[in-house]
């Protein structure tokens, strides 16, 4: 089994986890930036922190054989804070470098006019950079938010195909199934969805266009709830195709489309380029 953690915040982890993630299967992970919980006052915060999660988080997950990626862009709590807003004008030299697969976390969290122009004005980078864009959708208001997110995305012009709709749950799994853009689902111990949750959503609207990751954040979280999805999936029947489509080759298809997925080294990574995408590979 080979599994693919698309949305882990292991700057919030220690090395022990990278150790257990490792023995476990988990071979690759896109580190997304996010609020870090205590409030940043200063663009200079966020720096520091980019450069850390696209070369010391890297680093470290190398001592376990596990592929590093990551994700920039000012998240929509702090989009509210005009402390932190100058961050938006540091972005496009963040987003040029090589292990960055993804504009985000962006998004919604109170739903304020501030973050619809940091969402907005965000959408546009992905655009312009040409890599896809993964997007928070709120904890409270979810259904609102979820809507809201999706209308924006029309406007902004982005393909569909290119935006990952995160921390769905049963209420919101509808709005964003037809979408046409991805489908992420945040499994937890005590909050967002369980694995037996997972499997039943998998049941009722199959694999296609679902990422499922473990979020791992500095709250009551687990890495290795990918894996255990994974298992409760083999446990309800799906078979082993099944498995590896929503755990390895749904995240690779994702994130490829940014042109900078580097699975060099991974054992058995190698997959079909798809339509419109690079992966690098040993060797190439």
Known sequence: MRIFDPHIHMTSRTTDDYARMAAAGIAAMVEPSFWLGQPRTNPGSFTDYFDSILGWEPYRAAQFGVVHHATIALNPKEANDPRCRPVLDLLPRYLDKDRVVAVGEIGYDSMTPEEDDAFERQLALAVEHELPALVHTPHRDKAAGTRRTLDLVKASGIEPGRVAVDHLNEVTIELVHG?????????????????????????????????????ADWGVSDPLLTVETAEAMLAAGFDEDDVDRVMWRNP????????????????????????????KRGGE
């Open 179 to 215: 979408s046409g853009c991805w489908m992420g689902f945040s499994i937890y111990p005590e909050t967002k969805m369980s694995p037996p949750r997972m499997v039943e959503l998998l049941r009722r609207y199959g694999t296609e266009r679902v990422l499922v990751n473990s979020a």
């Open 252 to 279: 690779v298809e994702f994130y490829s489309q940014s042109g900078r997925l580097d699975l060099t080294g991974v054992t058995g990574a190698a997959e079909p380029t798809f339509a419109g995408s690079s992966i």
